[in-house]
């Protein structure tokens, strides 16, 4: 089962990304994950994407292509993966789609989590990061046991900087741009199906395993 989680920055389709692993116990393969563990450890990718993700754009193809395509060759790949983050653009999708046709694989479903930009807004400005484990929080909807405080390692939380209001107005202008026609390229291959985002997330979840199948 190969997936692919579309969605606006915020919409929520990491969080159900990471359900749809567990349930079906195939690897959540997210570049923004990486991206984060490279910023953290001050990589040369990291300091490239961070030059990027702290403006609110994109990070470029030549940084996330070959990075996900050489995922798929882990064993625990055999079975499927959902991809949360990538591709983010047209180009990507077609390179994705070239790289599975050479394995003999192909995408099974596109999943897009629907959420109107205002929602998003209101949702990533409580949101939350650990910059020392990676944990994410939200102060209203997934709040930690004591305030600013990671429930995992016990370090401060912070709002990082793409999270941000400013900035996530950015995110959105270039998701509509850039990332949005996918939903028609996924249409058009007739593997896109929409959930709306804007319910609890265990309802967003219910629908998701609808679509799937237990």
């Known amino acids: 089962m190969k997936i692919i989680m579309l ?16 349930k079906y116990h195939i690897p959540h393969i997210s570049t923004g994950d990486i991206f984060r563990a490279n910023i ?12 990027y993700m702290d403006q609110g754009l994109l990070v470029p193809d030549e ?9 798929f060759k882990n064993p625990d790949c ?23 046709a050479e394995l003999g694989e192909k995408i099974d479903y596109a999943i897009n989590v629907d959420v109107p930009d205002d929602n998003i807004i209101n949702r990533m400005s409580g949101r939350r ?12 909807h997934i709040p930690t046991k004591e305030e600013g405080i990671c429930d995992r390692c016990g370090h401060e939380l912070i709002l990082r ?32 199906v929409d959930v709306d985002g804007t319910k609890d997330m265990a309802d967003v979840f219910d629908a998701i395993v609808k679509i799937l199948g237990a």
């Open 40 to 51: 953290k450890n001050e990589t040369e990718l990291g300091k490239k994407a961070k030059t």
């Open 161 to 192: 900087d793409d999270d941000k209001p400013e900035t996530v107005n950015k995110r959105l202008s270039v998701y509509h741009e850039q990332t949005q026609p996918l939903i028609n390229y996924y249409t058009a291959k007739k593997i896109l």
């Open 7 to 22: 969605g606006a920055p915020g919409a929520g389709k990491g969080t159900q990304a990471k359900k749809i692993a567990d």
């Open 78 to 100: 055999a079975d499927g993966y959902v991809l949360d983050g990538f591709p983010r653009t047209i180009p990507q999708a077609e390179s994705l789609d070239a790289a599975l």
């Open 129 to 140: 990061a650990c910059l020392s484990c990676g944990a994410t929080y939200h102060i209203v």
């Open 63 to 71: 940084l996330t292509v070959n990075l996900v395509i050489d995922r």
